[in-house]
T-cell receptor, first 114, second 115 residues
Framework: DQQVKQNSPSLSVQEGRISILNCDYT??????FLWYKKYPAEGPTFLIS?????DKNEDGRFTVFLNKSAKHLSLHIVPSQPGDSAVYFC?????????????FGKGTTLSVSS | EPEVTQTPSHQVTQMGQEVILRCVPI?????FYWYRQILGQKVEFLVS????????KSEIFDDQFSVERPDGSNFTLKIRSTKLEDSAMYFC?????????????FGSGTRLTVV
């Protein structure tokens, strides 16, 4: 039962261009969404989040867009840099209470070439 | 920058043996979590822990699993009788607040191999 889906296992982008990573979810109870980045041999690192009451959140080169009616979110990285090459996980939660479980997608491997 | 420390980085154990995975969360964090990732699959929630109690647990976290904060710094995950399907990367995480939108800090993981 995949409540959070990242349908593209990989994405290749040239340095300086935009990277767009997509995520779909099925559970209408989700109201917080997060993106994590993971390098090999490291744990996931929090990047950016968005609440369901917003449709956009921006932090430097990273912007997350949420389309609640389509149950879709995307992460835009502009401009992409070689150091952005990693696995990107979309995650969601139903509520922001203490100890809330994050439900992760399978991840998308981003490769940025110079 | 403060980090979550996990030991060992890799553990091999025989099926049926007990294993304890150890984590040292960030010192001022109050909420603690265990997640796991079976090779090639998604990261899955196991359990969250706050104020010396389990806050939430998933279906995966059955009677074979337990967590403990034995002192002021360590947070452990015990698997009583390991099965082959317990082979995975286990991630510990902690957060200073319970609000998910601030993100959790994850450790580098312990790769558990059950043979």
């Amino acid at each position: 039962d995949q409540q959070v889906k990242q349908n593209s296992p990989s994405l290749s982008v040239q340095e300086g261009r935009i990277s767009i990573l997509n995520c779909d979810y099925t559970n209408s109870m989700f109201d917080y969404f997060l993106w994590y980045k993971k390098y090999p041999a490291e744990g996931p690192t929090f990047l950016i989040s968005i609440s369901s009451i917003k449709d956009k959140n921006e932090d430097g080169r990273f912007t997350v867009f949420l389309n609640k009616s389509a149950k879709h979110l995307s992460l835009h990285i502009v401009p992409s840099q070689p150091g952005d090459s990693a696995v990107y996980f979309c995650a969601a939660s139903a509520g922001d209470q203490a100890g809330t479980a994050l439900i992760f997608g399978k991840g998308t491997t981003l490769s940025v070439s110079s | 920058e403060p980090e979550v420390t996990q030991t060992p980085s890799h553990q091999v154990t025989q099926m049926g043996q007990e294993v304890i995975l150890r984590c040292v969360p960030i010192s001022n964090h109050l909420y603690f979590y265990w997640y796991r990732q079976i090779l090639g699959q998604k990261v899955e929630f196991l359990v969250s822990f706050y104020n010396n109690e389990i806050s939430e647990k998933s279906e995966i976290f059955d009677d074979q699993f337990s967590v403990e904060r034995p002192d002021g710094s360590n947070f452990t995950l015990k698997i009583r009788s390991t099965k082959l399907e317990d082979s995975a990367m286990y991630f510990c995480a902690s957060s200073t607040q319970g609000r998910v939108n601030y993100g959790y800090t994850f450790g580098s993981g312990t790769r558990l191999t059950v043979v």
